[in-house]
């Protein structure tokens, strides 16, 4: 089991998360974070600190936002736009930086309204 972050993320990334994550597991994309499923060791730390309420234990992710589950690891396991390989679990995000990209669900979502 792993932690999930949904929809409200998407044009938010705060960052809270990323500064309590102990394990360095929370990757930024272009318009959304990504927690990487394999180094997240489920505590939880970044689920309370997150302003928009969008991370999930994977077990209580709303139904309206189910697809977000598959999509988190994906951002891991397929290569993202750009990329030849999958990014994987390269060991902290630190390490990567900001990616500047994001899954298909992601950046297909329609650009906030000015």
Known sequence: MT????????????R??????PVD????GGRALYIQ????VDCGACEPVCPVEAI???DDVPDRWSRFTE????????PLPGADAALGAP?????VGRLGVDTPLV????EPSA
Do not use: S
């Not at 597991?25 to 930024?28: N, S, V």
């Not at 999509?71 to 397929?78: G, K, L």
């Open 56 to 58: 999930f234990y994977e």
């Open 25 to 28: 597991c929370i990757y930024e």
């Open 71 to 78: 999509d988190n690891a994906r951002f891991f396991t397929e």
């Open 107 to 110: 950046a297909g979502y329609p």
């Open 3 to 14: 932690y999930v972050i949904a929809e409200p993320c998407i044009d938010v990334i705060d």
């Open 16 to 21: 809270a998360c990323v500064e309590e994550c």
């Open 91 to 95: 060991g902290g995000a630190a390490k």
């Open 37 to 40: 499923p394999d180094e997240c």
